[in-house]
């Protein structure tokens, strides 16, 4: 496995599924029991709890350590869906456009 974290247990190496590249994951603000505000709910969302959703997600990466790193696997992906990197769907739809254009 290319870009995998090896750890040490006692009896011999495991093999961790986390790659390397996304160890910044770890260090995420979104991380924990605020983690569903990144993401729509399963149930119809009003526009202005949408909205609010969104300012609370926000909020947390505005102090998040890796921001960029999150929102530059969200574009490498063309993550289609929730908060990333401070971005909403379309703010990251409207980043790559500009990149590509």
Known sequence: M???RVAIRKGG???SA???EDA???KAACRGPQASVFFPPP???RKEEKLERERRAKEICRSCS????CLDYAVSI???HGIWGGLNELERKQ???QQSG
């Open 2 to 4: 290319a870009g995998a």
């Open 13 to 15: 190496p495991s093999v």
């Open 18 to 20: 986390q790659r390397i």
């Open 24 to 26: 910044w994951q770890l």
């Open 43 to 45: 149930q119809f969302e």
């Open 66 to 69: 890796v921001r960029q790193e």
């Open 78 to 80: 063309r993550e289609p």
């Open 95 to 97: 980043l790559i456009n």
